[in-house]
């Protein structure tokens, strides 16, 4: 594939020194190893040799299963199908995951004859055990974020994955902290450590660009303080992290009683309900999450000002991947750790970090943007360019006016001008999108 057209399609100007070298590194028969901060660009150091070592394959081998891509969470599963379908290649990928009938899965699987999988351990499993389809054409496994494999649980799917996939000759290992050890059943190879080994940990930390500031809670319940710095960060796209799903919603109902707005985000929420939360906000229409850790790991949201530590981390891993999500490629940011007069900065923390001090009486923010549900997509015929040109015929927008436009199987959720919503709503009632009836709402 031409090397032009490609960077335009992922419009980029060109690769980072670790994305070339990991190019480099995966043409050779040996295992890699892959080590790199979150938000350093592993998922296109991968994939760009991935489409260049298929285009290689024998054409009669084009429709069959070539690699297998095991990944822990269903939103790094669509990011990841997401970036490989906007190369533009000629093959095929589709994502697996917990959520939605396994047997839809399969329908697509057949219609679409993907080279790519990329999957949920225990998806996999499922379409492995049902023989959904062949096993023994897959050459290439990738494991992204491997040191997930290591948990308690998760290793056993992964293993019970890897044990179904007889013919593998290459197997790919990434993640943005490092393992004491490679486990067994990730393969001997690895396990006795021949192995090609990229190790850009060493390289700029995230810590370079993160400033690391102290908030002091009067109160060892700290829901007023957290709602004191929110105020104070205004606007700013903002994480909080707690450490429990009870404590996701009891953060949100607090903050969305002071008409603070945000969304909750962790693992015991409905798929389309996080996916919901997810677009707001990564399109500003609202400006904080409040997650478990599940928001720490595999998900590509660009700029993120701020994290905040509203429970300390479990442990250091835990803390690196937090801050993670903010301070990603060149960009800047700060994460907060809230403390009541209990408690103490872990010690993988310097102690010596700056304290921030809340400013009291700050007017609850608003975004520019708000998102729409529109209830008709791909399924229905209905692109982006479908729905913006509704927006600007018949709703009376302007270019300015729309923001991100994100189109599902069966909806799309648009980002619109916050103060153009009523006048839109009004103009649009009754009216026919693509010659169907829509429903079009504001989303809640």
């Known amino acids: 594939m031409n090397r032009d057209v490609l960077y335009r399609n992922l419009k980029i100007e060109r690769l980072t020194p670790m994305q070339e070298a990991t190019a480099e590194a995966f043409r050779k028969p040996s295992d890699l190893v892959l080590l790199s901060p979150t938000g350093s660009g592993k998922t296109l150091a991968y994939l760009l040799p991935l489409v260049e070592w298929l285009e290689g394959l024998p054409v009669e081998q084009q429709g069959q299963v070539k690699a297998v891509v095991l990944v822990p969470s269903r939103e790094l599963a669509l990011q990841t199908e997401q970036v490989m379908k906007q190369m533009k290649s000629a093959f095929h990928v589709m994502s697996c995951y917990g959520g939605r009938p396994a047997m839809e899965e399969h329908r697509t699987m057949k219609a679409l004859a993907p080279e790519v999988i990329v999957a949920t351990p225990g998806r996999m499993n499922d379409h492995l055990h049902k023989q959904n389809f062949q096993a023994d054409t897959v050459e290439l496994l990738v494991i992204d974020e491997f040191d997930k494999s290591l948990e308690l649980g998760f290793q056993e799917e992964m293993a019970e994955v890897i044990g179904q996939l007889p013919l593998l000759k290459k197997r790919v290992l990434l993640s943005a902290t490092d393992a004491e050890a490679i486990p067994d ?4 190879r690895l396990a006795d450590n021949h192995y090609i080994r990229l190790d850009y940990l060493t390289e700029e930390k995230v810590s370079d660009r993160l400033l690391l500031q102290r908030v002091d809670s009067p109160q060892k319940d700290k829901l007023e303080t957290l709602f004191q710095l929110l105020c ?7 994480l909080v992290f707690v450490n429990y ?3 996701v919603e009891r953060v949100v109902a607090f903050l969305r009683s002071k008409k603070f707005p945000c969304d909750a985000f962790h693992g015991g929420m409905e798929q389309p309900l996080r996916e919901k939360a997810l677009y707001k906000f990564r399109n500003g229409s609202c400006p904080v999450l409040v997650s478990t ?3 720490a790991r595999g998900l590509d949201i660009a700029d993120v000002d701020h994290v905040v530590h509203y429970h300390l981390p479990v442990n250091e891993e835990a803390f690196t991947h937090r801050n993670g999500r903010t301070a990603r490629w060149q960009s800047t940011g700060t994460s907060f750790l809230i403390l009541h007069a209990e408690e103490q900065l872990p010690n993988y923390v310097p102690q010596d970090i700056p304290s921030f001090e809340v400013k009291e009486g700050q007017k609850v923010p608003k975004s520019r943007w708000t998102t729409l549900y529109i209830g008709r997509g791909k399924k229905d015929k209905v692109n982006k360019i479908d729905i913006v040109g509704f927006l600007y015929k018949k709703g009376g927008l ?4 729309v923001g991100s436009v994100d ?24 009216e026919k999108l693509k010659g169907q009836k829509t429903l079009i709402e504001e989303a809640k």
């Open 398 to 401: 302007g270019r300015d006016d």
């Open 185 to 188: 059943f990730v393969g001997q």
């Open 293 to 295: 850790d599940l928001a």
């Open 407 to 430: 189109v599902m199987d069966h909806h799309a959720f648009v980002a619109v001008r916050r103060d153009k919503v009523k006048q839109l709503l009004a103009l649009v009632q009754g």
């Open 245 to 247: 799903r009870e404590s």
């Open 232 to 238: 104070t960060l205004g606007s700013a796209s903002t």
